[in-house]
Structures are given as structure tokens and as C-alpha cells.
């Protein structure tokens, strides 16, 4: 029951996984002057704004399509002004830019042409948000207009108010509630939501407060009045340790959020501001922009030192980080935005950026898989008579073979490296998995367990491939990788040691072994371990020794022999024996354009043979045998049987049996179930399926149908995968089909 409820609990929060596109997509900034803001249009277009007063408009892939400079060349007889601050009307198709000369210059949005503006302010607009009268003299080109005659029209509404004893970091402006929400770092009124207008008797005595004309009656007005502050009861303030740089309110979900220096995100009810109803941590620097997508239940924020953070609004958990180092975001940040349209987020430092949100492609409801990302490996328990499965973000899934239902579900966090390859202990009671950070983790994958960590010296890279073995009694797991060594742990039960070195590598691959990245190894009981690199090396040792017992190189076919040559990489290894007690060895080898080699181990070993495997040319990934009978698996989701009697005899060439498209993309993990005569795979298309020995469709793990392996009437068969069915590739090879 325990178990139940932690799938379940695993399930929801990786259904509550997101993330970004890495790295950003960047367009460099040709001047040194920093963007103020970033605003969106309504027909998705970005727009800019920089200090010396260019604005640029940006596709939403950031390709620059319009610049203007709006406040240069009216006045170059005067200081080139400032910009702070912009927002956009689009209802009126205006653009609205607050500069240090204490105005207010309005711009038409289409055109970038001056419109109008408000100038001889009380203080300099450093923040602008918004939710227009007669043309009046112009100044530097520009009809105008001065503040004390604007408040006289009729049309007009001033009013002004005292919030804070600091400067003012963010302002918005909720029309619908007829309310402005400021922000200062000032502790004692960090955060304050404000009504325009006052709503208790307090009005009568504020009424200066409101410098307008009443009912077009013209009076004069007194703007270098100091502004008062508010009642109580017409302003709601929160105070947070150390102010607010940065906010966000989300009106639908009566959800606050505020960023400062102290690097923590507060969560608050609009309406009770006497205490946060959450704290966010994670950031270690100050919190420079926050936005709340409801759409999606997230959280966006990003701190000074360029880390974009996403948390789950409900779990209030981070579920995903976008370090520096990751989206190559680097410089002082000037300003962010979020486009919920467009599901990205809009970066301005050295350069522009953008991180776009990985959105998951909606499947046709007739295609299944069995995990949200593409699977790495797989193998069988004969013990539990469970499979298991891996992903690249670090998810292991546990199946029941007999009826494809999931038992069970681990891994998966942010601590966790993506794993690479698995293989089982012995027994089949213990899993060990290698991963893209260089180690190999033991657990017990019933509870989701990491009992041991095996680690190795130095940097870690990647690793390709692990085997368990026994040797003169002992038993040792291997790993190779892309540091290009083979690294070799003891296996003790009995040592309680969560961490774990490797033993001293063997002379000859330190001096003599691979000078490429390792991808893949096979065991030879009782002394022949085979390794094979990404140039098409191959080296066979001697496991008791540790010396090299011969080398191969794949052959090139002749049509390559002279040229560059294709992919001679050797993703896959198998040994061979005809009789179990032949002494003698057969090493399969996965060579250039679909070939299998054949290598003889007697003596120093040679080659005997190659075939094409592959009816279209594509890499072997993966091989397995029976007894009697060879399967291989190809890039593009084909299976290839063949009788093994038939390959290891002077038989030119050896015919197949039989084949049959099992997945759409790479076959990760091919594994023959011997005595139910199944087979099992993975792929990079997201699922793992059981065949039979024939190639007959049992079902993909994590259907809604159960399947009982002993019935063949309760099998997918005839059927065959949805996506198989429908990709061009799957086309019967027919004569009829190449006619035009």
C-alpha cells in the first residue's frame, strides 16, 4: 500500500516537471547602453527599451526587425535625455516613455512618432504602468504640454500620494480594481496596494491630495504641495526584511509574491499582509524579477547573478534551475519579462535572450508510451520477474512482465544525473545504474533505495557502459566511458560504505588502451572481457591478467576504403559459442553501414567475417542472443533475427529469419527473456515493449490493457504499434510501392 501511494505521489510531481530550452537563444546589443524594459505587443512582438531612448521591436525569436532612437535629434543643442521607464497602451496604440527631464512623452506605437507629452513634473518618472487631449505648442518638436495646465482639463484625474520613504522600485496599475501596487526597499511600507481614490471619510480631509479640476470649474492648483499619506484604510502595507526589488500579483488566484536582497521569495493573500503565507528558497542573490503564470501554476524568477528559477505554485518547490553556466546568460541584468503567449522569457544583459518553456507535444490518443522521456536502457529481473526501465532525467520505472502494469517509480530529482546504461547483480535483487556525471549508483530498486555510490578519481565523465562479472570467485562491476578507461570496483556486500573508489586501473589501459571515448563492453566467462570505442578500436583482455589479449579494427567496405569513411563506431558487443563446451569464442561487433563482424578468438584472434545486418544500412545499437538464434536491432527500430548455427558457419551469407519493426526511433535496450521466449526493448521514442520470439506485439508497458504472457489471445497481436504503423518507414519493401 506504501508502495502505491509513493508511484502515485511520483507520478504528480513529475507530471509538475518543467523546463527550458538550454542554452538561450542570444542576439548581441551593438551599444553599451543598458535596456530599461521589455514590454510585449498584442501581436507577440517584443519591445525595448534603452537608456539613450532607442526603442527596438524583436520577433518573438529575437530577430530585430525595426530600431528608433525617439529622443535623439530634436534637441541636439541640449543634453541627450534619459529614458527610465515604458509601458504600451496598445488600446490607443500608444507608447508611453518616463525620462529624467521629469516627463511623461508619449509615442505612436505603430509609427514611433512623437504624439505628445507632459512635462514640468514634481519628481523624475523612475517606473511607468498604465491600463489623451488636444495638441498643444510644441517643445523639441514634440506638441506638450506642462502638468499644472493638464490637471485643468476636464478630462483630466491627477492625483498623488505618499507610499514610501524610498525610492519606488516597481509600480503596477490593476484597472480593474482602480488600484496601484508600489514596491520600495524601504522595510516599514516594502509593498503597499493603494486605492486611486479614497474610499472612507478620510476624503474630505485628503482632498488636496486630488489636484483636479471639480466639475470643469477652473481654480488654481498648487502641484509643489507635499503629498500626504494615505489612511490606513485606503492602502494595505507589507513589510519585508530588507524591502522589495521585485513583484508580482496574480488577481485570479489572490496570489503576491516579492523578491529582495535577501535572495527569498514571499508568498502572501493580497489581503492579509501581517504575515507570508510561503517562503521560496533557493536563489543566493537578490531577486531582480518575479512572475506568476496561472495558466500553468508557476513561478517564474530571476536573481542578479543570472539564475532562472521555476517553482510549482501549489507544492511551492523549485522545479527547475537555469544556472549561468547553463543558459550562457552572463553581465549585469537590466531588465526581464515574461510572454505568456509565447511561453518564453525575454532577458536583456550583455546580450538579448530568450528561454523558451519545452512544451510537450500533444500525442494522437492512439499512440501510449511508458515514460514522458526518452528511455536509455532496460533489463529483466528473473528473480522478481520485473522489468526496468531508464530515462535520461534520472526516472527508473519498475514493470510487471507478466501483465505490463507499473509497480513502481523512483529518481527523477535535480540531484540526479541522467543515466546512461544499468545492468543487475548476479541475483537480479540489486540494480546498478552508470550516469553522465561518471558514477554508478547501486539501489535496491523495489524501494527506490541508493545503497552505494561508486565514484571514480579525478573528473568525472560520462559513463557508456557497466557489467557485473565474477572472477576466481570474486565478483567486480565495470564501467568505461568517455574518459576512455575502464574502471573496476569489488563488489563486498558486506562493506557498509556508501561511498566506494575503484581499484587501480590495469597497466595496459592506462599505457596501451583506448584513445577514444569507450561505449560499450562484453564479459566472456570465465577470463575475456571485449571493450570497443567510438574510432572502431576493439580490445580484448584478459581479466584475470589485465594484459591485452589481441586488438581489432572495424573493416571499412570497399566503396569506403579510400575516402573518410563512414560511422565506424562499435556501439555493440556480443560473444558467441556454438557447443557450451567449445573453447573457443565467436566476437560480434557492430560495424559500418548495418554490418555485423565476426572475430575469432583462438589464438590472437582474426577475422573471419561481415554481413549486412541492417536492410537499411543503419547502425546495429544493440544485440542479443538464445541459445539458437541472434537478434539485432537497428537506429531505426528494426529487429533482425537470425539462426545462430547458420551465422558461425562458412554459410555466405547468412539469411534472416525474420524482422520486424518494433519502435520508430533508436532501439536502447534489447534484452531475450529465455524462458517465456519473449523479447523485450527500449527505445528513444519513450517506450518499452515485450514481442514474442516471432516478433508478435504483446503490448508497451504502461498501457491501460493488461496482457497476460501466458495467454496469446490477451496480446496487442495482430495489432501493431500506432506510431509504427503510420511512419513511412514501416512500408512493406514491394515492387508496386516504387512505381510513379
Known amino acids: 500500500m506504501l508502495q502505491l501511494l509513493k508511484v502515485k505521489e511520483e507520478t504528480v510531481r513529475r507530471g509538475k516537471q518543467v523546463s527550458l530550452s538550454l542554452p538561450a537563444t542570444m542576439r548581441v546589443l551593438n551599444q553599451s547602453s543598458p535596456v530599461v524594459n521589455i514590454r510585449h505587443h498584442h501581436d507577440g512582438s517584443i519591445l525595448t527599451l534603452r537608456e539613450d531612448g532607442a526603442v527596438c521591436c524583436w520577433s518573438p525569436e529575437l530577430r530585430l526587425q525595426k530600431t528608433k532612437h525617439v529622443l535623439l535629434g530634436a534637441f541636439s543643442n541640449r543634453k541627450s535625455k534619459w529614458a527610465n521607464d515604458f509601458a504600451v497602451m496598445s488600446e490607443y496604440d500608444k507608447l508611453v516613455i518616463g525620462t529624467g527631464d521629469r516627463e511623461i512623452r508619449l509615442y505612436e506605437l505603430s509609427t514611433l512618432e512623437p504624439y505628445c507629452q507632459i512635462n514640468s513634473l514634481d519628481t523624475v518618472p523612475l517606473t511607468v504602468d498604465c491600463g489623451l487631449w488636444n495638441k498643444f505648442p510644441m517643445v523639441d518638436n514634440m506638441p506638450s504640454v506642462a502638468i499644472d495646465r493638464a490637471v485643468l482639463s476636464p478630462n483630466v484625474r491627477f492625483v498623488r500620494w505618499k507610499a514610501h520613504q524610498d525610492w519606488v522600485t516597481q509600480v503596477k496599475y490593476l484597472s480593474s480594481f482602480q488600484t496601484v501596487v508600489s514596491s520600495s526597499c524601504d522595510e516599514a511600507s516594502s509593498l503597499v496596494i493603494g486605492r486611486i481614490l479614497p474610499l472612507t471619510d478620510v476624503q474630505q480631509q485628503l482632498k488636496e491630495i486630488t489636484e483636479a479640476c471639480y466639475e470643469g470649474k477652473t481654480k488654481k ?181 507478466d501483465t505490463g502494469r507499473q509497480l513502481f517509480e523512483f529518481g527523477g530529482t535535480p540531484d540526479l544525473s541522467s543515466i546512461t546504461c544499468m545492468t543487475f547483480d548476479p541475483k537480479g535483487r540489486r540494480l546498478i545504474t552508470g550516469g553522465k556525471d561518471g558514477c554508478l549508483k547501486m539501489w535496491n530498486y523495489n524501494s527506490g533505495q541508493c545503497l552505494k555510490t561508486l565514484t571514480k578519481v579525478g573528473k568525472s565523465q560520462e559513463v557508456c557502459d557497466c557489467i557485473h562479472l565474477k572472477v576466481h570467485g570474486n565478483f567486480f562491476l565495470m564501467s568505461v566511458g568517455r574518459d576512455r578507461k575502464i574502471e573496476i570496483y569489488p563488489d563486498i556486500p558486506e562493506d557498509r560504505y556508501h561511498l566506494q573508489k575503484p581499484l587501480r586501473s590495469w597497466h595496459d589501459a592506462l599505457t596501451n588502451g583506448h584513445k577514444d571515448d569507450i561505449l560499450c563492453m562484453a564479459h566472456c566467462p570465465p577470463s575475456f ?110 529487429i533482425y533475427a537470425y539462426n545462430l548455427s547458420d551465422l558461425l558457419s562458412d554459410k555466405q551469407p547468412p539469411r534472416v529469419e525474420i524482422f520486424w519493426r518494433a519502435h520508430t526511433n533508436q532501439i536502447t535496450g534489447l534484452q531475450i527473456v529465455d524462458n517465456d521466449k519473449a523479447v523485450l526493448t527500449s527505445s528513444t521514442d519513450l517506450t518499452v515493449r515485450l514481442w514474442s520470439a516471432y516478433g508478435e506485439f504483446i503490448g508497451t508497458f504502461g498501457q491501460a490493457e493488461r496482457w497476460n504472457l501466458h495467454i496469446p489471445s490477451s496480446w496487442m497481436h495482430p495489432a501493431v504499434p500506432y506510431e509504427v504503423l503510420i511512419d513511412p518507414l514501416s512500408a512493406p519493401d514491394h515492387g508496386i510501392l516504387g512505381q510513379k
Open 221 to 401: 492648483v498648487q502641484l509643489s504641495w507635499t503629498p500626504q499619506l494615505r489612511a490606513s484604510s485606503d492602502q494595505t502595507v507589507f513589510s519585508v526584511y530588507k524591502g522589495v526589488k521585485t513583484f508580482d500579483l496574480c488577481q485570479r488566484d489572490s496570489l503576491l509574491v516579492t523578491g529582495g536582497m535577501g535572495g527569498l521569495i514571499n508568498t502572501w493573500n493580497p489581503l492579509f499582509p501581517a504575515k507570508p503565507t510561503g517562503i521560496l528558497k533557493g536563489h543566493s542573490a537578490p531577486v531582480t524579477y518575479l512572475h506568476i503564470a496561472s495558466e500553468d501554476a508557476q513561478i517564474f524568477s530571476v536573481s542578479t547573478d543570472s539564475t532562472v528559477k521555476i517553482w510549482d505554485i501549489e507544492d511551492q518547490c523549485c522545479v527547475f534551475t537555469a544556472d549561468p553556466e547553463a543558459s550562457r546568460i552572463h553581465g549585469e541584468l537590466s531588465a526581464c519579462s515574461y510572454s505568456p503567449a509565447m511561453k518564453s522569457l525575454y532577458i536583456a544583459a550583455d546580450c538579448m535572450a530568450v528561454l523558451s518553456l519545452q512544451i510537450r507535444p500533444r500525442r494522437h490518443r492512439n499512440v501510449i508510451v511508458s515514460h514522458d522521456k526518452p528511455v536509455t536502457c532496460c533489463g529483466y529481473s528473473e528473480a522478481f520477474r520485473q522489468v526496468v526501465s531508464c530515462t535520461e532525467d534520472s526516472v527508473v520505472k519498475v514493470w510487471d512482465l
Open 529 to 638: 572481457l571485449a571493450t570497443s570505442s567510438y574510432n572502431g578500436e576493439i580490445i580484448v583482455w584478459n581479466v584475470v591478467s589485465g594484459h591485452i589479449h589481441c586488438r581489432f579494427t572495424s573493416p571499412l567496405p570497399a566503396e569506403y576504403q579510400n575516402t573518410e569513411g563512414p560511422d565506424t563506431s562499435v556501439p555493440s558487443l556480443l560473444f558467441c559459442r556454438i557447443q557450451q563446451d567449445s573453447s573457443t569464442a565467436t566476437l560480434l561487433t557492430s560495424g559500418s553501414e548495418g554490418c555485423i563482424n565476426l572475430w575469432n578468438m583462438l589464438g590472437e584472434g582474426k577475422f573471419e567475417k561481415t554481413f549486412k545486418a541492417s536492410r537499411f544500412q543503419q547502425k546495429i545499437t544493440k544485440m542479443a542472443k538464445t541459445d539458437t538464434s541472434l537478434y539485432a536491432a537497428d537506429r531505426i527500430g528494426y
